[in-house]
């Protein structure tokens, strides 16, 4: 039976890396969470620095994987490199738990997304995530590298993970 499988944890702590080398060995692909016609608007929303665009490109991006891994699952793995749980997480943080829960609530998401089998959270400590930020130019991510060294994201997802998946 093929499976959808989320890596997830915080920016730089070797999820692209694990999540590779997984699929290597299944014979599968990694899908990215961001949907390539999209990456366009990233660029728009980075230079602004608008949470609330933020929020809602990574949602929209959320749906639209959604949407193709449930067509592509159909032909074997589907293997994604963060989802829904890193949107809320991060969110969460940068716009406070009402806000997002809100806004959860009101688009009705845990109904309209479909949820992966199985979610590989990654952990990493703080030196080899300073050291993987610089290896690859050492520019802080508004949005995630710094989100992640000025907060407790790990309790972020924790929550994120609780409400929208059961443990095994």
């Not at 999209?38 to 230079?47: A, F, G, M, P």
């Amino acid at each position: 039976m093929n499976k959808f499988i989320v890596f997830e944890g915080l920016d730089a702590c070797g999820k692209t890396t694990l999540s590779s080398l997984y699929a290597k060995e299944r014979n599968s692909m990694v899908h990215s969470a961001v949907v390539d016609e999209s990456l366009e608007l990233r660029k728009v929303i980075d230079s602004y620095e608008s949470m609330e665009s933020a929020l809602l490109f990574f949602l929209m991006n959320n749906f639209l994987k959604s949407h193709e891994v449930s067509e592509g699952v159909e032909s074997g793995d589907v293997i994604l490199d963060r989802y829904i749980f890193s949107t809320l997480a991060y969110q969460t943080i940068m716009l406070g738990e009402n806000t997002v829960k809100c806004i959860f609530d009101t688009l009705n998401i845990a109904e309209k997304l479909l949820l992966p089998e199985v979610v590989v959270f990654v952990k990493a400590d703080a030196d080899t995530i300073e050291s993987r930020i610089k290896a690859r130019g050492g520019e802080l991510q508004w949005y995630g590298d710094e989100i992640t060294q000025n907060n407790c994201v790990e309790t972020a997802y924790k929550k994120s993970l609780s409400g929208l998946i059961s443990p095994l």
